[in-house]
T-cell receptor, first 114, second 114 residues
Framework: EAQVTQNPRYLITVTGKKLTVTCSQNMNHEYMSWYRQDPGLGLRQIYYSMNVEVTDKGDVPEGYKVSRKEKRNFPLILESPSPNQTSLYFC?????????????FGPGTRLLVL | DQQVKQNSPSLSVQEGRISILNCDYTNSMFDYFLWYKKYPAEGPTFLISISSIKDKNEDGRFTVFLNKSAKHLSLHIVPSQPGDSAVYFCAASDGNSGNTPLVFGKGTRLSVIA
């Protein structure tokens, strides 16, 4: 089944404790991205990757890192999480870097930073 | 400055009637628009899109209208069904490349009442 998976789905952590949210897609997609969804703000893009070893900042990259060592995986890294990073995170992928290609979203990761 | 605006946070519609969700944008460079639907605890799923060379695109019960001069698009759902109850996000891009990420609106919560 074609899908985007994220792990973990739920995470409670404390300020400053490094964490990684994994994202994996099995559709051989080139383009992957991370979004956060916050009440009243909708979806905002954090980082995106157009292909292996090619990443770039989105609208709200501060406090986040990503890597794209393999085509299928695009982990989101919070080196020192802070409470303002409490949010719902979505990973997405699409076949090419054309935004006319449908983006497929993962199920989301709900993060609480205490 | 919010480039994509969904000014109605919520909308209630009777089953069988028409649902009209509105979206306004400010960036005249946007040339591709998409609607995503999101159920609780799931990632957004692509619904329908429209290119700026068109003013209407239809897919079953869903039709998107684009008025470029007014920088306005709308999603019509006819007839509305209880399963359409979800949050709908409007998104836009100003290019055909992953270098120009999607910009999302804040979303409109549609409730279809049986």
């Amino acid at each position: 089944e074609a899908q985007v998976t994220q792990n973990p789905r739920y995470l409670i952590t404390v300020t400053g404790k490094k964490l990684t949210v994994t994202c994996s897609q099995n559709m051989n997609h080139e383009y992957m991205s991370w979004y956060r969804q916050d009440p009243g703000l909708g979806l905002r893009q954090i980082y995106y990757s157009m292909n292996v070893e090619v990443t770039d900042k989105g609208d709200v990259p501060e406090g986040y890192k990503v890597s794209r060592k393999e085509k299928r995986n695009f982990p989101l890294i919070l080196e020192s999480p802070s409470p303002n990073q409490t949010s719902l995170y979505f990973c997405a992928s699409s076949f090419s870097d054309s935004l006319q290609e449908t983006q497929y979203f993962g199920p989301g990761t709900r993060l609480l930073v205490l | 400055d919010q480039q994509v605006k969904q000014n109605s946070p919520s909308l209630s519609v009777q089953e069988g009637r028409i649902s009209i969700l509105n979206c306004d944008y400010t960036n005249s460079m946007f040339d591709y628009f998409l609607w995503y639907k999101k159920y609780p605890a799931e990632g957004p799923t692509f619904l329908i899109s429209i290119s700026s060379i068109k003013d209407k695109n239809e897919d079953g019960r869903f039709t998107v209208f684009l008025n470029k001069s007014a920088k306005h698009l709308s999603l019509h759902i006819v007839p509305s069904q209880p399963g359409d109850s979800a949050v709908y996000f409007c998104a836009a891009s100003d290019g055909n490349s992953g270098n120009t990420p999607l910009v999302f609106g804040k979303g409109t919560r549609l409730s279809v009442i049986a």
